[in-house]
Nanobody, 126 residues
Framework: QVQLVESGGGSVQAGESLRLSCAAA????????IGWFRQAPGQEREWVAG??????????YYADSVRGRFTISRDNSKQTVSLQMNNLKPEDSAMYYC?????????????????WGQGTQVTVSP
């Protein structure tokens, strides 16, 4: 069973918006933590945002590079996590991945995830 499926990527111009969605299988969603990462060609994978899925708190957590422009949210009834990306910049261009981890994990955000989707491409032109 495919655990995580991303959708919503595309090509936009700088300043525009995109909304990514991650549909998670129960086995992944119930682990309690879903995050978004991105990786541009020749660069390391970068953690972007995260949200707990099994806690009452719906607070989103963000990398400094996207805070104030991106918003992560969840829909528990659909087991989906979305990433609303506003005021996109060319440097946001990358393959975006959804990932699942345990809500009980600790440490740096980038190390807390063990299941990955196939990714969806985001391209932002100047």
């Amino acid at each position: 069973q495919v655990q995580l499926v991303e959708s919503g990527g595309g090509s936009v111009q700088a300043g525009e918006s995109l909304r990514l969605s991650c549909a998670a299988a129960t086995a992944s969603y119930s682990r309690g933590l879903i995050g978004w990462f991105r990786q541009a060609p020749g660069q390391e994978r970068e953690w972007v945002a995260g949200i707990y899925t099994t806690r009452p708190d719906t607070t989103g957590y963000y990398a400094d590079s996207v805070r104030g422009r991106f918003t992560i949210s969840r829909d528990n009834s659909k087991q989906t996590v979305s990433l609303q990306m506003n005021n996109l910049k060319p440097e946001d261009s990358a393959m975006y991945y959804c990932a699942a981890g345990s809500q009980y994990s600790a440490g740096d955000w980038s190390s807390r995830f063990s299941r990955w989707g196939q990714g969806t491409q985001v391209t932002v032109s100047p």
